[in-house]
């Protein structure tokens, strides 16, 4: 089921956060969007890129991304059918978004899970037993 948009916003001091926010609030949103930044990708190529993901959820959350103009999918007319899905002009405006979560999650990802890897442990890693 989709998620319900809003129709209107308070125009409250966080109602543009909001806004932005709505638009990539799924489990895998930003990340579809994340790997559509270097360019047009077909559904089975995002699919690889995330393996986490079901092909129910991607279908899902390609669609509301393009219900919502941040993607756009191309169909042609073969057989079997092809669809590539790349970001619109409007998704192209979220990268520097996406490039910062990335930057931050790169840094601080070692606060909630798996230590960030350094210079030392990729050295130890390389060096046979």
Request: charged content about 20%; overall charge positive; aromatic content about 6%.
């Amino acid at each position: 089921m989709a998620k319900a948009h809003h129709t209107r916003f308070d125009c409250s001091p966080g109602c543009s956060v909001e806004a932005a926010i709505g638009l990539i609030d799924g489990k895998w949103k930003s990340v579809i969007l994340f790997h559509l930044l270097d360019g047009t990708l077909r559904f089975n190529e995002i699919r690889r890129q995330i393996p986490a993901v079901t092909q129910r959820m991607l279908t899902n959350q390609l669609r509301e991304l393009e219900a919502d103009g941040l993607i756009t999918r191309k169909v042609y007319a073969q057989v079997p059918p092809k669809v590539e899905y790349s970001l619109s002009p409007l998704g192209l405006t979220i990268k520097p978004i996406l490039t910062a979560l990335k930057a931050w999650g790169d840094e601080n990802i070692g606060l909630y899970g798996k230590p960030k890897q350094t210079a030392t442990d990729l050295q130890a890693a390389s060096i046979p037993a």
